[in-house]
C-alpha cells in the first residue's frame, strides 16, 4: 500500500490516490463524520457557478465536487493527477455532459491563459508539491474577474479546538480510516499534512502574492475547514507584475 510523505513527490501522491480511488468519497464522509457533503455546498456557494459559465475544478478527485459546480449548467472542467481518480470519475459522471475529465498536474495546467470564469480546489492545495505555483497557474488561468475558490483543511483558532482536532486525528481517525478505507496508511500522510499546513492568514497571504484582490476567507466548522476567496482583477496581465528590486 502506497503513502505519501510530506516532500509530497508527485508520482508518490498520485499513486496513493489511485489506490484510494474506489472507495474515496466513502472514506471521506465516514471520516469527517458526515460533513464533506456540508463544505462541499459551502464551497459550491462561494463559487456561484452560472449557466454558460466554464469551471475549472482542480484536484477534483472522482468528480464529486464537479458534479455539484455544473448542476446548474456551467461546464465543468475536472482536472486531476491521479489516473485512478480521473478513471473512477469517468465512470461515474458518464452521464453528465456538463463534466470533462482531464489528467493535470495542477503546477503546470494544460490550459491557455484567461480561460476559466472560476478556478476552484477542494481538499487537494495541501497536496501540491508547490502551492504557491499552483496559485500562480490559477491566476493565469483565470479570466480577468474571475474567481478563485479554495476549500482545505486548516487550523482552529480556539486553542481547545484546535487540541481536540489534532487529537481527533492522531487517534481517532487511523481507526476510522482501518474500517472505511482500501489503504489506512494512505491516512497517516492526511494527518500529518493537515498538521504541517499553514493558518488561514498565511493562506491568504499567498493569493494575494498570486495577484488575487478581494482576498478573504471564512471559517466553516470552527476552523477544521477553511473556504478562502479572491478575484482576478479586472485589468491585468496574465501573470502578476514583478516588480524590480534595487540594482536590477
Not at 85 to 111: C, H, K, T, W, Y
Not at 186 to 199: H, R, V
Request: one cysteine or more; a negative charge; glycine letters at 8%.
Amino acid at each position: 500500500m502506497s503513502k505519501a510523505d510530506l516532500d509530497k513527490q508527485p508520482e508518490q501522491v498520485a499513486a496513493m490516490f489511485d489506490e484510494v480511488s474506489t472507495h474515496y468519497d466513502r472514506t471521506n464522509n465516514v471520516l469527517s463524520m458526515g460533513n464533506a457533503a456540508l463544505w462541499r455546498r459551502a464551497t459550491t456557494r462561494a463559487v456561484a457557478p452560472r449557466a454558460g459559465e466554464i469551471i475549472l475544478d482542480v484536484a477534483a478527485g472522482t468528480g464529486t465536487s464537479s458534479a455539484s459546480l455544473a448542476k446548474d449548467g456551467a461546464r465543468v472542467v475536472a482536472a486531476d493527477f491521479s489516473a485512478g481518480m480521473i478513471e473512477v470519475g469517468r465512470s461515474r459522471q458518464a452521464g453528465n455532459p456538463f463534466v470533462e475529465f482531464v489528467q493535470a498536474d495542477a503546477m503546470e495546467l494544460p490550459f491557455g491563459d484567461d480561460e476559466f470564469d472560476a478556478v476552484t480546489i477542494s481538499f487537494g492545495l495541501r497536496n501540491i508539491v508547490d502551492p504557491k505555483k499552483a496559485l500562480a497557474e490559477f491566476y493565469r488561468v483565470a479570466k480577468p474577474g474571475g474567481r478563485v475558490v479554495i476549500c482545505e483543511f486548516s487550523r482552529p483558532p480556539v486553542g481547545l479546538i484546535r487540541s481536540g482536532y489534532f487529537s481527533y486525528l492522531r487517534y481517532g481517525m487511523p481507526v476510522l480510516a482501518k474500517l472505511a478505507s482500501s489503504n489506512p496508511v494512505a491516512y497517516e500522510y492526511l494527518m500529518d499534512s493537515i498538521e504541517a499546513w499553514p493558518s488561514q492568514p498565511v493562506l491568504a497571504d499567498w493569493l494575494r502574492d498570486a495577484g488575487f484582490e478581494h482576498v478573504a476567507y471564512r471559517n466553516l466548522t470552527a476552523g477544521i475547514v477553511a473556504l478562502h476567496r479572491g478575484r482576478k482583477p479586472v485589468q491585468a496581465p496574465s501573470s502578476p507584475a514583478v516588480v524590480p528590486t534595487e540594482g536590477e
